[in-house]
């Protein structure tokens, strides 16, 4: 079949609307001449004349009569499919977003979020999905719209981000521990019992990469695979867990968070999502609306949002 030529629907729409070659000429910015030619085209294609001489005017065929309400719709049709897309109205915006975030981020950002979403957009509906890997294919998929996370090796290349705020590991550990009192040396956390949180299993990180630098080991006790759970342990034993302080903050209740006595950089939380989702205006919306809630120091004042 020989593909046909649309740009026919954009003259026959002005030709029947106008009802003449001048006037549909005048309305796509062409010449009489080039019009002619064009309506020619048209009579071949339909095998219909559609515009015949009646007087010195031209009056539609039956075919033309009944091709104009719906050309008419092609058209109109076709410009909205083509043009930008609108800012979108949060307060009548009807959608369900799903965001892929660890708890200690809903605990910390959550409230203030959702408070948010009722007051400016209360048909909007945010799910917060569980995060078991660091794995992009369902930002890929479509399955996820947004992600929280610290950007790393096994993040897709091809994925956007946009920094949320900056947090930094502190040492955590129960009321009364024998490293609150004192000053917390390099040696003194060195010789302390510790927890390791790691998804994976890893039984090494950054901490004891800088622990290394000082020729210091530490001795792990036991392995977790989350937040909540190293800061269970430490609660109740005289375990040291390291941990974020801005992403725990709502965890640690009565527990003590000393700083680290050596450096250690710190991390940078962004959201991800898949660039197929970059221009969808309700989609960059809520964008917006996370940053700025992370800048509104959900962490009682402490966020540095970059």
């Not at 030619?37 to 339909?46: G, I, K």
């Not at 959608?95 to 400016?120: H, K, M, Q």
């Not at 947090?167 to 129960?174: A, I, Q």
């Amino acid at each position: 079949m020989n593909t046909p030529d649309f740009n026919l629907l954009l003259t026959l729409d002005a030709l029947l609307d106008e009802g003449s070659v001048a006037g549909a000429a005048r309305r796509l910015s062409l010449s009489p001449s080039a019009m002619s030619r064009a309506l020619a085209r048209l009579r071949e294609t339909t095998g219909d004349p559609l515009l015949v001489r009646a007087g010195r005017g031209l009056v539609p065929t039956p075919r033309a009569l009944a091709l104009r309400a719906q050309v008419s719709q092609l058209v109109q049709d076709a410009h909205a499919v083509l043009r930008p897309q609108q800012e979108v109205d949060p307060a009548s915006l009807e959608r369900t977003f799903r965001l892929r975030s660890s708890d200690g981020f809903v605990e910390a950002v959550g409230p203030a979020l959702l408070a948010r979403l009722a007051a400016e957009a209360p048909g909007v509906r945010l799910h917060f999905l569980a995060k078991p890997d660091k794995g992009s294919r369902p930002l890929r998929s479509g399955e996820l719209d947004f992600e929280t996370g610290v950007i790393g090796a096994e993040t897709a290349p091809e994925l956007r981000t946009q920094a949320l705020f900056q947090d930094h590991f502190v040492t955590v550990v129960r009321p009364g521990h024998p490293l609150c009192d004192g000053t917390l040396t390099a040696a003194r956390y060195a010789a302390a019992h510790h927890v390791l949180v790691s998804r994976r299993g890893r039984q090494h990180s950054p901490i004891d990469e800088a622990l290394a630098s000082l020729g210091r080991t530490r001795t792990i006790t036991t392995l977790v695979p989350g937040f909540a759970t190293a800061l269970a342990l430490v609660r109740g034993s005289d375990l040291v867990a390291t941990v974020p302080e801005l992403h725990c903050a709502s965890l640690l209740g009565d527990l003590v968070a000393l700083p680290l006595p050596f450096p250690l950089p710190g991390i940078r939380v962004a959201l991800l999502w898949h660039p197929s989702q970059d221009a969808d205006p309700a989609h960059r919306w809520l964008r917006t609306l996370i940053r700025e809630t992370c800048a509104q120091a959900p962490y009682g004042g402490e966020t540095r949002a970059t």
